[in-house]
């Protein structure tokens, strides 16, 4: 995608030095656009932990190069090896609730044969990271392909209007590697020349949806308008919505899903007023070892600072002002979990089908019995 008419990815390998990865601090979005440059393991254990890269595929993608950057740093082949487990533990604690994030982690181990070289590990690992990154675009913009019909769907039923489309947390190309996730068919169908307007939902407490999807989107020219977390329903409830697309950090082989907090009160809203709720993931995002997300799925909980304090642009400095009782605890859960029977469908890399086991293994038929 763009910022200020010049595509970007949101990670990539330094040309002319292979030893430093740039990605964007996004904490510092909407008011600067920094490039944050990303040398050790410990920078990208720190990026991924800290919040300053987001979503679940940017995360996967990030601790890929981050155990790449590892290996650059090693003295030799033996002292890798004895090292890996360390980490790549480091790596998986970060964020416990994404399943990217292991997923990515696992794959690079895998490149990593016995018996290679240091310089042979760390050219397996430069490789694979890279493959990590642009199977995410493709899968990306697949989803995108298959959430299409969706909204053209809608726009030939009203015609005269945009189609309205809400969103929560942030789900587009800066939660991934390109495109995003909820967010490609919104801008495939807008590239298309059809006619959107999306509800961009705050998201408290760190608010991914004002300062990320409406950056992404106003970046896009792409209408939309900011909306306070609880105003989803209200909005439901009087016709304003024609479908919700979602993005997702972790799917169960049974189609219950886990993302930001705050999306199974959506999902509820939805229901209660017919209005279909999609979730929109790669294949990397379904954890084919869970069956029950209530219980299953681990939660984030995440420091009380990021309830209790908001950061905003004052006096041209990026500023964080405190908004409760200094002494008051609060609570900050990072996810919650939307039950499978509340997801009206599952958009995928491999086509749309119903948040269920059966649904998912029709288009992933050879994790049956996994």
């Known amino acids: 995608m763009k910022i200020n008419g010049r595509h970007y990815q949101t990670i990539w390998l330094d040309e002319a030095d292979p030893s430093v990865v740039h990605t964007f601090d996004q904490r510092r979005f909407p008011h600067e656009v920094v490039i944050e440059d990303l040398r050790t393991l410990e920078d990208c254990v720190a990026a991924i932990r800290d919040m300053h890269v987001r979503g679940a595929p940017l995360i996967g993608v990030t601790a890929g190069y981050g155990l790449y950057l590892a290996l650059l740093q090693a003295p030799d082949a033996e002292t890798a090896h004895e090292h890996l487990l360390l980490w790549t533990a480091q790596l998986k604690s970060a964020r416990p609730t994404a399943v990217d994030l292991f997923f990515a982690v696992d794959r690079m181990v895998a490149a990593l044969a016995p018996g290679q070289s240091l310089t042979q590990m760390q050219e397996a690992a430069k490789w694979e990271a890279g493959v990590l990154a642009q199977e995410?675009?493709?899968?990306?913009?697949?989803?995108?392909?298959?959430?299409?019909?969706?909204?053209?769907?809608?726009?030939?039923?009203?015609?005269?209007?945009?189609?309205?489309?809400l969103t929560h947390c942030n789900a587009g190309w800066l939660a991934c590697v390109d495109y995003g996730t909820a967010l490609a068919p919104v801008y495939l169908a807008h590239d298309k020349g059809i006619p959107v307007q999306v509800w961009v939902d705050e998201t408290r407490p760190r608010n991914q949806g004002a300062q990320l999807t409406a950056f992404e989107l106003l970046q896009h020219g792409i209408p939309h308008t900011i909306i306070t977390d609880n105003a989803g329903g209200h909005l439901m409830q009087h016709g304003m919505v024609d479908i919700v697309i979602v993005g997702t950090d972790r799917t169960t082989r049974t189609g219950d899903v886990a993302n930001k907090i705050g999306t199974y009160l959506k999902a509820l809203a939805a229901f209660d007023n017919g209005v279909p709720f999609y979730v929109a993931l790669p294949s990397s995002t379904i954890d084919w070892q869970l069956r029950d997300g209530l219980h299953e799925i681990p939660i984030e909980q995440r420091g009380d600072d990021e309830v209790k304090y908001v950061q905003g642009l004052h006096e041209g400095r990026i500023k964080q002002v405190l908004i409760a009782p200094a002494g008051s605890p609060a609570a900050n859960y990072g996810f919650d979990v939307t039950p499978a029977r509340l997801v009206t469908g599952l958009i995928t890399d491999r086509g749309i089908c119903p948040a269920s086991e059966e649904g998912l293994l029709q288009l992933y038929p050879e994790k049956r019995h996994a």
């Open 136 to 165: 995410s675009v493709a899968q990306c913009r697949r989803i995108g392909e298959y959430g299409l019909p969706l909204i053209e769907a809608i726009h030939s039923q009203h015609p005269g209007r945009p189609v309205r489309i």
